[in-house]
């Protein structure tokens, strides 16, 4: 077993992780997330700390235990703080509400856009143009937030669409008389 790359991960107080053979759940305070991992990697959890060691020095092996390793923190992370994308609208007119759970998107076109959330996703609207999505698994979250920019994305002439709070998107001069 190498110990090269070793990198135990923190696990706050009130998150529990279980691990069984090629299967890792972690429940914290914020819900319980679980993810299948490759059997080869070799989980333990000591004094607080789940540590993901590798079986050889290969490269798919070094590959494999750096995805295992971040997929592990990102679930311990998860559950104890949560996760946020904030997207912010641009254009006049461009706008954002909440329809109970389902988040209503008013971007140009002749018809409100409708998105319904995936399990374990939240919409926040702070402001008619700021829209957040919460949850505790990175990858949904990520996921939700990119589709709701790929509605509008914004484009380079005018800058009206939807991005990511501190997003810089490279403006155009567009046409000369």
Do not use: C, W
């Not at 299967?23 to 789940?50: A, C, F, N, W």
């Not at 079986?55 to 070094?62: A, Q, V």
């Not at 990119?146 to 403006?171: D, M, Q, T």
């Amino acid at each position: 077993m190498s110990r090269i790359g070793r990198k135990p991960i923190e696990v706050p107080s009130g998150v529990t992780v279980t691990i069984a053979p090629g299967r890792v759940e972690v429940s914290g305070p914020l819900g319980t997330l679980s993810q299948v991992v490759p059997q080869r990697m070799k989980i333990e959890q000591e004094d607080g700390q789940v540590v993901v060691t590798r079986p050889t020095d290969r490269g798919d092996d070094r590959a494999l235990h750096g995805l295992t390793r971040t997929l592990v923190a990102n679930m311990v992370e998860g559950v104890a703080k949560g996760y946020s994308k904030q997207l912010e609208i641009q254009g006049v007119g461009y706008r954002a509400t909440l329809k109970g759970k389902d988040l209503e998107l008013a971007v140009g076109y002749s018809h409100m856009v409708v998105i319904k959330p995936r399990d374990g996703i939240d919409f926040e609207v702070p402001a008619p143009t700021q829209v957040i999505v919460k949850g505790t698994d990175k990858q949904k979250v990520g996921q939700t937030a990119a589709e709701i920019r790929a509605v509008r994305p914004p484009e380079p002439y005018k800058g009206k669409g939807i991005r990511y709070v501190g997003e810089h998107v490279r403006r155009k001069v567009g046409k000369r008389a």
